[in-house]
């Protein structure tokens, strides 16, 4: 099988390689040369536009920054559907709002186009290692035939319904993301203004009821050692907050902390640091408060 990748990012670029270490044949593009050449350089094809790539192959896999991107790339002039053929199939692994997905599958099935949303979980190390959590909504013998892309990608594949469903598990997971980093980076910034070392905190916060990803995994990596390169932008996680307070709105559903979650953020990006690490809003209790959240204080 053919596949083709739409958007080399932080998360794409690694999923991409991993495709290509099957042996299959793949062909990207992206609007950043740079990643294109790094892919080509390691054995990928290219076209010139999502269209180009559609025309050489079978399917493609998007991973793309929000949904006017995806739909730009999808149902664009030079886009994906422009360049398919009956038969093809759509992969979008980018986290986007279910109408997003139900509106593109909706124009992809008028020419014979299946659609698949595939939104991860798991960060750069999962797309690096092959073992993101991935989502799918679909209709279940087209996620069915597509499932061994999906397992070279990921570890956990779970078929969560139609489409649209896949998004939808998605943003309810990063919502509780960005709630417990959100909460992570006060709890810890309150030990340390109470005198207490943060590794002493972490060691045993982690195993403790209080543990989360937020402070297994971001905590060590990320705030402890002072570096915020992304990982996943703050910039991405307020996105996906938009995605979940709209949704509420929708559903006619009162989100509390939802909209409160979404101002630290908010806080964040005014800050400047929309680009960096999701877990650099502790910057903003460390700066209010004066204290450091760091083992390395050098
Ligand atoms: P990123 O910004 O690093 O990458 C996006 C890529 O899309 C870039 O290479 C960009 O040049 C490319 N692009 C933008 N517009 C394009 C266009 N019109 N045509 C072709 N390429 C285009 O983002 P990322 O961190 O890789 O995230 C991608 C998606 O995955 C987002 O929806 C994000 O919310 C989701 N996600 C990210 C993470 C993470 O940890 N970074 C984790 C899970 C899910």
């Known amino acids: ?65 929000n949904g006017s991107v995806v739909e ?18 759509i992969i979008d692994m980018s986290s986007v709002a279910p109408v997003t997905t139900r509106k593109m599958a909706a124009l992809a099935a008028e020419r014979g186009v299946e659609y698949i949303d595939a939104p991860v979980s798991g960060g750069v190390k999962g797309a690096t290692e092959g073992t993101l959590t991935i989502m799918a909504g679909g209709r279940p013998e087209v996620v069915e035939q597509y499932r061994p892309v999906l397992q070279t990608l990921g570890q956990k594949i ?15 997971n990063n919502l509780l993301l960005a709630a417990n980093m959100a909460a992570a980076a006060e709890a810890f910034t309150l ?10 905190l ?49 559903a006619g559903m009162p989100l509390l902390l939802a909209n409160v979650v979404q101002q630290v953020y908010e806080q964040a990006r005014a800050a400047g640091l929309g680009q960096e690490d999701i877990s650099a809003v502790i910057k903003l209790q460390e700066s209010v408060n004066k204290v450091s959240v760091r083992t390395n204080k050098a």
């Open 1 to 65: 099988m053919k596949i083709g990748f739409i958007g080399l990012g932080a998360m794409g670029k690694p999923m991409a390689r991993n495709l290509l270490k099957t042996g299959c044949f793949v062909a990207v593009t992206d609007v950043n040369p740079e990643a294109v050449a790094e892919l080509v350089a390691a054995g990928a094809h290219t076209g010139i536009n999502a269209r180009a790539v559609a025309e050489i192959t079978d399917a493609v896999v998007l991973m793309l920054p």
């Open 72 to 89: 730009k790339v999808v149902a664009g002039e030079e886009g994906v559907l422009a360049g398919a053929r009956p038969g093809f199939c």
């Open 158 to 172: 779970q078929h969560v319904g139609a489409c649209g469903a896949g998004d939808a598990v998605k943003l309810v």
């Open 191 to 200: 030990g340390v203004k109470l005198g207490l070392s943060p590794q002493i």
């Open 202 to 250: 972490y060691d045993v916060i982690s195993e403790s009821s209080g543990g989360s990803y937020a402070v297994k995994a971001k905590m060590p990596n990320f705030v402890l050692k002072g570096n915020f390169a992304p990982g996943f932008t703050i910039d991405l996680q307020y996105k996906d907050l938009e995605l979940a307070v709209q949704s509420g709105k929708d």
